[in-house]
């Protein structure tokens, strides 16, 4: 049994059918997609749209999470008060994606499960309890088992932080798909998971980055965006992947940018 699970699309379109192309080639029994379908990119309601009509079961994340229940941003957001651009700006950027989806997407996006539990593996998009919270790439052996045991099952796979890992532990082993748009890892290519047989296998697709970034151009707070998709800038801060990635570079927490046009070529 060969199974596929595709997460944090993030709205691109563009790095979806890259991954679709591939998925082709991989031929799974099964494809999940991991949520966060929505937010930060040019198409979300064509991402939503390709979902339903490909079939693919899933779970709710984060960005799905606000576009039907807009106050989980101030939640998550009342402990860093120092980020209110941020938050003004995912807040903008919120309300055009929920213009774009209308309610018949959004009451989709609603009804998403928590998790889906298989004889073999467990998928949920950031920890069983919540869509926000989640260890970090780095956690601890003992966190990323305290984080996912209570699912009972071999193995675990989230989305969510946007960093692909196989993390073979006692008794579990601990997956992260990596994000189909807006990697964290240094590599802008598209991630996504294939289980064959009980295997994890991260794969990495290729797509029209600079495509995704046209089309962007022009919407609300299309510049952070741009930024991440084109540096894929691993996150320093230890809170949710856009969190970090907005801060580092866009808010200009630190004094080199790392938003910075590819150089031409010669
Ligand atoms: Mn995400």
Redesign the pocket.
Known sequence: MRVAIVS?I?GNPIALEAVIADLRVQAPDLVLHGG?LVSGGSGPDEVVDRVQDLGWSGVV???DELMFRVEALDEFAAPYPNLSAMWGAIREMGARDRDLLGPERIDWLSRLPMSVVQDSFALVHASPQSCWLSPQPQAADAALVAAYRSLQRPLVVF??I?VPFVRMLKGITVVNTG?VS?SCDGDQRASYLLIDDGTAVIRRVEYDVEREIRELTGTPHADWTICMLRTAAPSAFGLH??VEQASACCLRTSPTSRCRKPAPEA
């Open positions: 944090d993030h966060d994340g984060n960005s989305g969510h946007h994000a807006l992947t856009m």
